[in-house]
């Protein structure tokens, strides 16, 4: 199955400032989400990051806080906009290769600490 | 919407012993997919094991198995000989097959001791 690097695995950010995370996947894949997880709880899918096209988000993320790109079938990003101790969280990744069920990978995590 | 339940937020269990986490799910779908995904505190979510739901044969993969009750909407996962490394957050996850979204459940936190 694809492995996956996200980056940063940690970081203490500012109120107001911005941070963008990172995924590499070692291979092509059709599918990429984003996740957010409080510390002890379940992952909410924040959204769908689609090659070539705007990312699909789920209810209650909007594209103006939560920017994604996905500029080919092995990267993504996404971007915590204008900062508050509410986004104080763990951000991860997956991707889904094109056998679906087997090709569910996630990236390690990055917690983020909004001070 | 696809909703996944675990009732039991933690666990524990002796080292060498068995446990059993349970997970039900609500679909109105014939076809889909069940995991179950360990997290360790490394915070790597890590796939332990999967069903397809028009499979009857139960899930196994060396210690771990899976009690998949269809009509009872049942997917629990049995650890055998439980290992200090198995400590861990444990999340049930449905995906439909036709989709690509997984829902994840609660998850339950298992603490193995020695």
């Known amino acids: 199955s694809a492995v996956i690097s996200q980056k940063p695995s940690r970081d203490i950010c500012q109120r107001g400032t911005s941070l963008t995370i990172q995924c590499q996947v070692d291979?092509?894949?059709?599918?990429m989400f984003w996740y957010r997880q409080q510390p002890g709880q379940s992952l909410t899918l924040i959204a769908t990051?689609?090659?070539?096209?705007?990312?699909?988000?789920e209810s209650g993320f909007v594209i103006d806080k939560f920017p994604i790109s996905r500029p080919n079938l092995t990267f993504s990003t996404l971007t915590v906009s204008n900062m508050s101790p509410e986004d104080s969280s763990i951000y991860l990744c997956?991707?889904?290769?094109?056998?679906?069920?087997?090709?569910?990978?996630f990236g390690s995590g990055t917690r983020l600490t909004v001070v | 919407a696809q909703t996944v339940t675990q009732s039991q937020p933690e666990m524990s269990v002796q080292e060498a012993e068995t446990v059993t986490l349970s997970c039900t799910y609500d679909?109105?779908?014939?076809?889909?997919?069940l995991f179950w995904y360990k997290q360790p505190p490394s915070r790597q979510m890590i796939l332990v094991i999967r069903?397809?739901?028009?499979?009857?044969q139960n899930a196994t993969e060396n210690r771990f198995s899976v009690n998949f009750q269809k009509a009872a909407k049942s997917f629990s996962l049995k650890i055998s000989d439980s290992q200090l490394g198995d400590t861990a957050m444990y999340f049930c996850?449905?995906?439909?097959?036709?989709?690509?979204?997984?829902?994840f459940g609660e998850g339950t936190q298992l603490t193995v001791n020695p």
């Open positions: 990051a689609n090659q070539g096209s705007e990312a699909t988000y």
């Open positions: 996850a449905f995906r439909e097959t036709s989709g690509s979204r997984l829902t």
């Open positions: 679909t109105s779908e014939s076809n889909y997919y």
């Open positions: 069903q397809e739901a028009y499979k009857q």
């Open positions: 997956s991707a889904m290769g094109s056998e679906g069920y087997y090709g569910y990978t």
């Open positions: 291979s092509q894949v059709t599918m």
